[in-house]
Nanobody, 123 residues
């Protein structure tokens, strides 16, 4: 079984910073893309930032220049450094990963979500 465990959420004032972490564990053959999505109350889940195993990144326009996604491939971990946070960044943040598993039938890709971590930006 594969697990994604997130940490680092919390309450922060506008203009502040937070760093989220997400570690993947289990019988992992390899990890392709890893990244972050978020869901605010009453809204659909949206992409925040992703990074491929090769280092290519993709960001939502609303976070460009403020958020930075990074990975430690040796630790199967993805990070999200969030700076200059705004009240509209308040949401539950979910880690997302496309993970390859090996079995007797070959290597197949599966999509996994973390349990979510709350980020609240408020004075």
């Amino acid at each position: 079984q594969v697990q994604l465990v997130e940490s680092g959420g919390g309450l922060v004032q506008p203009g502040g910073s937070l760093r989220l972490s997400c570690a993947a564990s289990g019988s992992i053959f390899s990890i392709n893309a890893m990244g972050w999505y978020r869901q605010a109350p009453g809204k659909q889940r949206e992409l925040v930032a992703t990074m491929t195993s090769g280092g290519s990144t993709n960001y939502a326009d609303s976070v460009k220049g403020r958020f930075t996604v990074s990975r430690d491939n040796a630790k199967n971990t993805v990070y999200l450094q969030m700076n200059r946070l705004k009240p509209e960044d308040t949401a539950v943040y979910y880690c997302d990963a496309e993970i390859a598993l090996s079995s007797a039938y070959g290597v197949r890709n599966y999509h996994y979500w973390g349990q979510g971590t709350q980020v609240t930006v408020s004075s």
